[in-house]
């Protein structure tokens, strides 16, 4: 009988592993016994299954994280980030365990799940050094009263994660809210669930039962149960704008504290004086082909390059995606592997079909590659002589397909490049410094990236506008989201009975 836990135990041809739940420190079935399958991307074969948890499963994870949440916040938070750290630490041991088990169940490449792991442990330690900064603030009073504020965590939080990062998102995306004094219910990508499920296990090593729970299932069913449960009043999200509209619409039913980190279909403007090839290929590094075949909210899939480089620029992009090695994610040799399900793979598929149906030209890839007879695998691609209305320049695909456009007036390539609901990054190379402050004014998007997309910096806020979602993560106002602000004014007792203030 298994008992749930899955570090080191998932492997081709290998059996395959039964995972459990992690909820309040015990490894949990659903009630139901139902199971989803976890797939291996590359080799279409059963690694093992997850528990399909529904709504039993958010009534018992809320009750177990309000029962942790009170003594985690009362442990006070240089003993909490003592903890975070420790789990740092300990996650930081299994690094690499960690990282294969997220490329045989994502199919994302080693070296970018290696990036992955580290990244989570970076943000468990960031978090845990600003554990100490939920300051509040004093109003100016007279001598007889003392006003100020505190923030107190909200006691349980719901963090749903999307498929693309598992580890990553699993564990990184935890760290705010557990600095911040809450227990915390994790909900993976229901394709991608197995690292999170390796995320209890490491965690349930340092960290008090019921702080950090880990529970598996669909969006629909587990998901839409978890976001409406009254007992859960934070919830952040990560993923697509069509989930976000409707946690937003779940949530609102309980006046549910939400932020949303949702799509993007993210312009990148290329300006006339920058090295063409050297821009082609930080193009190709802009897609997060690398860490995630494309499968990235930060892609760069709008391209708009100057006329006067368009046709030098779109050949040294061509030539540098058909260098772009495909197979076996756990090859080294290999840059990208295939995309995280089928299901996934038929939606990239479909939008490359509509593209070329509405007058793109297939500059490369749009296939399976050679040598591939299993797996989600499909070629990277680039379009050409694509115009604004296009889908294929509207419709975010989350895969590895580039678009090239062509601009000529910078005030009209800012309209163009905004004409979009979406707002989560916007993108320019240049050398030309008056152009880049003039276009990270004008460009309309939470994050903007001058010569150096993805380059982020611990720390600097990251979050969307417009349909993109709101509330910035990674940087202390994340901290700060996972606390309520109370206002407490204490007044000397009066001598004058009537000491009550209008
Ligand atoms: P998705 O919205 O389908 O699913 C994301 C998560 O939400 C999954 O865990 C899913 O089970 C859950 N979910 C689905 N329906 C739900 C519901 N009704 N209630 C509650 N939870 C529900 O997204 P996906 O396909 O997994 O991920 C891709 C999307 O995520 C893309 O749009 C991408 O741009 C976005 N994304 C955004 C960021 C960011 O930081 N802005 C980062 C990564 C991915």
Redesign the pocket.
Known sequence: MSDGRVLGRVGRGRPPVAARMHIGGQWREAASGARLDCIDPTTEELLGTVPAGAAPVADAAVAAAQEASGAWRALGWTRRAALLRDLADAVGEVAEPLAVLDVLDSGNPIAGMRGDIESAVRELHYYAGLAGQTHGVSTPTGPDTVSFTKREPYGVVVR??????PFK?ACGKAAAALAAGNAVIV????QTSLSAVALAEVAEAVLPPGVLNVVTG???EL??A??SHPGAPRVA????????R??MV?AAQHFGHVTL????KNPLVICPDVDVRQAARSAVASMNVARSNGQ??GSTSRIYVHESIRAEFTDALVDRVREIRVGDPLDEANDVGPLAFEAHLQRVSGHITRAQASGATLATGGSRPGGTGRGYFIEPTVFTDVTDEMPIARD?V?GPVMSVLGWSDLDDVVRRANDTELG?TANVFTRDLRVAHRLADQLQAGYVYVNGTGRRPPGSP???WKH??FGK?NGPEELLSYTREKTVTVTLPAEDPDWATP
């Open positions: 749903i994660v999307p498929f693309n990062h998102f909900k993976p990508g229901e669909t969006g629909a998901g839409q978890l976001v999200f990560t993923g697509s704008v069509a989930t976000g409707r946690i779940a980190e949702l799509g993007g990235s909210c975010e989350f989560l990251f979050g969307g993109s979602g993560e």
